[in-house]
């Protein structure tokens, strides 16, 4: 069973950091990408960052230059730095796996992500 467990949020006042990390079951062969997604209340979720299995990485353009993705295979885990947050980047972020097929997404719970002005 794919299991996906986020931790690492929290409060910051703006231009702040913070860094969040996703273990994840199984290894990073058994995924075509891991990353990060966002959700705030009323609207949808989206993308903020991915890493695919050859490491390349791609990023919601408004935190390109702030935010970071990374991964440690050996730990099976993943990280997103965020560095000088802002306000608009509040919301709950959510780890997500994609099957090496690209059939089936898989999600964590989601981590709280507050930044005050």
């Known amino acids: 069973q794919v299991q996906l467990v986020e931790s690492g949020g929290g409060q910051v006042p703006a231009g702040g950091s913070l860094r969040l990390s996703c273990t994840f079951s199984?290894?990073?062969?058994?995924?075509?990408?891991l990353g990060w997604f966002r959700q705030s209340a009323g609207t949808n979720r989206g993308l903020v960052a991915t890493?695919?299995?050859?490491?390349?990485?791609n990023y919601l353009n408004s935190v390109k230059g702030r935010f970071t993705v990374s991964r440690d295979d050996n730990k099976n885990t993943i990280f997103l730095q965020m560095n000088d947050l802002k306000p608009e980047d509040t919301s709950v972020y959510y780890c997500?796996?994609?099957?090496?097929?690209?059939?089936?997404?898989?999600w964590g719970r989601g981590t709280q992500v507050t930044v005050s002005s």
């Open positions: 997500h796996g994609q099957d090496p097929n690209v059939l089936f997404n898989y």
């Open positions: 199984g290894t990073v062969g058994d995924y075509n990408r």
């Open positions: 890493i695919n299995r050859l490491g390349e990485t």
